[in-house]
């Protein structure tokens, strides 16, 4: 199901829902700029949200931007590990759910 090319798609997903489509890449765009938080950061966070919701569309999109924006493969190594630290760290922490 995941194909790179169904992002060609967003155009016809737009026109079914202009407004509401418009809005959330106004916001997707001032999200991800430059501001307190650098651009570089910005997407490295953006890595590890994907990498812990494994959506490889988002994986992509922002391991590119973020190797636009300075990003190292170093750098990309180590968010993978706090992302899977988190993920790991998650499962832990709610196995106190299931304790008496």
């Not at 798609?9 to 737009?14: H, I, P, Q, T, V």
């Not at 202009?18 to 651009?39: R, S, T, V, Y």
């Not at 300075?70 to 988190?86: D, F, H, P, Q, Y």
């Amino acid at each position: 199901m995941y194909d790179m090319k169904n992002l060609e798609k967003l155009k016809a997903l737009g026109k079914g829902s202009e407004k509401a489509m418009k809005a959330f890449w106004a916001f997707d765009q001032a999200a991800l700029a430059e501001g307190a938080i650098p651009k570089k950061y910005k997407e490295l966070m953006a890595v590890a949200v994907a990498l812990t919701t494994q959506c490889p569309y988002c994986l992509e999109i922002h391991k590119d931007a973020a190797i636009v924006a300075g990003a190292t493969e170093e750098e990309l190594a180590e968010v993978t590990m706090v992302s899977a630290a988190l993920r790991a760290g998650a499962a832990v922490v709610h196995g106190t759910h299931l304790m008496k």
